[in-house]
């Protein structure tokens, strides 16, 4: 009976010591989840650095781009983009009321004559495509309002420019590529670096570059040209940069971020590029599909863990529509590390240019010349060919295609890329008025691009060209004005007008100089380049 009682004691203590035990531990999981649900409400903060959707792991609006943006304690790793010291004296309303000024500076220079010239009257054959005779399989209606913006932008291309910058389908366009659901992803043939091809609905498409590196990382001064990485980045500020040198002949572009794992890798149809996908030892997925450079286990395109900063560029009407013939570049380089092209060898290279077909009657000339001014300032030594609308012959624009090697290097600039400038002392009045214009402190380069930057939905991750580069584009375009400074002095026939005789009838309409109310903006503007 003893012994019984032992037990029954025995076992009333263990039930005691349990009980107590998960009481305890009860205790210890309510305190510790109090203090996690403490941790994780950010305070108010006082940091100079964005919200960084990357690591937060959220999409950041397209219609956000341009507002302010809330302050949050960063959370990238040493080594991710960081704002530059001046970035960081901008705090709250200061930053706000910068790019509320900037935003107004960018549209009183669209506003600006010189970006509002007349075009002659468009004629039937003046538009590239209509859609009864080039898209009736596809059951549109000649409802405007009814089709979707890709093809609003197709419809509106001309023989004189890609789109008209004052078409309110631009922002649409750009909204469609940032914020539509991608039904499909394929590795996109040919080129020599990974880019894919994404499919929206209603038929969109556009292509797809990758981020590959930091915004902060420069290009290795010992790296060739053509062996360089390709930056999503720079085919935003490239698309940007040539709205506001007024040509608008590079396809719009937007920046996205999207998942890796749920917008590509689950819905590819692509077998190859399935293959190609694999989880990184930082747990990040990465892909690298198949190309001639760059893809390969060694240099993976990677999200964090999912989340990807990507280009999306609006794909031209398909070939079969709209055929294009590519032009080899004059002044394309050798693509060799020993040898040197013809044009680097010869100085009077031009001469032999001009009598050239295309380039010796037309604007071909000053088109390739437009072009080349485009490329220096972005530092983009890869224009190895040009298209054209096989529609319009040879009395058209040129398209502006593929600049991912651009914004490799601000700290040097490359004076080569200019060629075509220096060799043949030629170059439009209007772009030569708008370069001058780009060069006055109250639309200088470098503003109305961070104004106009600041508008894509990445800028809402960090801003899309570091101030280096910003301020590269100003050295850059005095370079430029410099070289026709002397090209001035040795020639007569520099300038090709191209506003005639409309030149009176238009710009009297522009403002006097403050400082002479005899002298009007355009004759201020030609008298810079002499003070």
């Not at 910068?98 to 004559?113: C, I, N, T, Y």
């Not at 007349?118 to 039937?124: F, V």
């Not at 961070?450 to 584009?473: C, G, N, Y």
Request: proline share 7%; hydrophobic share 35%; charged share 25%.
């Amino acid at each position: 009976m003893r012994r019984l009682n032992l037990a029954k004691s025995t076992r009333s203590i263990y039930l005691s010591l349990a009980c107590l035990s998960l009481a305890l531990h009860l205790l210890l999981a309510f305190f510790c989840l109090s203090i996690l649900q403490t941790a994780c409400i950010l305070p108010p903060s006082s940091s100079t650095q964005d919200t960084d959707p990357v690591q937060h792991g959220s999409h950041p609006s397209p219609l956000d781009a341009g507002r302010p943006r809330r302050k949050v304690r960063s959370s990238r790793p040493a080594g991710e983009d960081s704002f530059s010291g001046s970035e960081k004296k901008l705090t709250g309303g200061g930053r706000a009321a910068q790019e509320v000024k900037g935003r107004a500076r960018l549209e009183a220079l669209f506003r600006h004559p010189l970006y509002n010239l007349p075009r002659p009257p468009l004629q039937e054959d003046d538009w590239l495509l209509r859609v009864r005779t080039s898209y009736d399989k596809m059951d549109w209606t000649n409802d405007v309002d009814t089709h979707p913006p890709w093809l609003r932008f197709h419809l509106g291309i001309t023989r004189w420019e890609l789109y008209d910058r004052r078409d309110p389908n631009l922002d649409q366009l750009t909204h469609y590529l940032a914020t539509q659901r991608i039904l499909n992803a394929v590795q996109k043939t040919g080129g020599t670096q990974l880019k894919l091809l994404m499919s929206f609905p209603n038929h969109g498409q556009a292509l797809l570059k990758p981020m590959k590196q930091s915004r902060q990382a420069e290009t290795d001064v010992n790296l060739f040209y053509f062996s360089d990485f390709e930056r999503h980045n720079a085919e935003i500020a490239a698309f940007h940069l040539d709205r506001l040198l007024g040509f608008h002949r590079v396809p719009p572009v937007v920046g996205r971020l999207i998942n890796v794992t749920t917008e590509i890798r689950e819905i590819t149809t692509d077998h190859k590029l399935m293959k190609t996908f694999f989880t990184s030892p930082a747990g990040n997925v990465c892909f690298y599909g198949q190309c001639e450079y760059y893809c390969s286990t060694e240099h993976p395109v990677c999200g964090r863990p999912h989340l990807l900063e990507v280009s999306l560029a609006a794909m031209l009407p398909d070939l079969t529509l709209a055929p294009r013939r590519s032009w080899r570049s004059p002044w394309k380089r050798s693509y060799s590390r020993t040898k040197l092209a013809q044009w680097e060898k010869v100085p009077a290279y031009c001469d032999t240019v001009k009598q050239t077909p295309p380039y010796n009657r037309g604007t071909r000339l000053v088109d390739l010349i437009d072009m080349a001014v485009l490329d220096f300032l972005m530092s983009n030594m890869d224009r190895h060919h040009y298209e054209t609308f096989e529609k319009f012959g040879n009395d058209t624009f040129l398209v502006h295609l593929d600049h991912g090697r651009a914004f490799g290097r601000h700290s040097q600039d490359e004076p080569s890329i200019l060629a075509p400038l220096q060799q043949c002392c030629r170059i439009r009045r209007s772009t030569l008025l708008r370069l001058r214009l780009l060069s006055l402190p109250d639309s200088r380069l470098s503003d109305m691009m961070r104004a106009s930057l600041a508008r894509d939905p990445l800028a809402a991750v960090a801003p899309i060209l570091s101030e280096p580069h910003l301020s590269a584009l100003d050295r850059r375009l005095a370079t430029v004005l410099q070289v026709v400074r002397t090209c001035q002095h040795q020639h007569q026939d520099v300038i090709y007008d191209d506003l005639g005789k409309q030149q009176e009838q238009f710009f009297h309409f522009l403002p006097t100089s403050s400082s002479n109310p005899e002298v009007t903006t355009v004759e201020a503007l030609e008298r810079i380049t002499e003070t």
